[in-house]
Nanobody
């Protein structure tokens, strides 16, 4: 399985970006993978942002992005998205997408994911 993240860039505070994560080499329907977005700010650990458990269509988010970010996936195209609105300087980070065959809530939330994309840089200017 390979994941290719894209869509990062430089935007001003209050702006929007849409990240995409294209998955290839999947051995089953993409809905049967847990998938998520994570971010790593400079000098900090990588943290969970948003995700789906395996075979579940309800998404969950870290508190700091609730109401501003929306995760979605197109199972037909094997693409995971992260729509980010009302961006803030503290959202600046490298964003990673990830997938896992187990894909439990715990695995997705804790980042215990087998497959990772290369990361895409999001920079929010104040």
């Amino acid at each position: 399985v390979q994941l290719q993240a894209s869509g990062g860039g430089l935007v001003q505070t209050g702006g929007s970006l849409r990240l995409s994560c294209a998955a290839s080499g999947l051995t089953r329907d993409s809905l049967r993978y847990g998938m998520g977005w994570y971010r790593q700010a400079p000098g900090k650990e990588r943290r969970f942002v948003a995700g789906f458990e395996k075979s579940v269509t309800t998404a969950y988010y870290t508190d700091s992005v609730k109401g501003r970010f929306t995760i979605s996936r197109d199972n037909a195209k094997n693409v995971l998205y992260l729509q980010m609105d009302n961006l803030k300087p503290e959202d600046t980070a490298v964003y990673y997408c990830a997938a896992d065959d187990d894909g439990s809530y715990y695995a997705v939330h804790q980042g215990f994911m087998r497959y990772w994309g290369q990361g895409t840089l999001v920079t929010i200017s104040s």
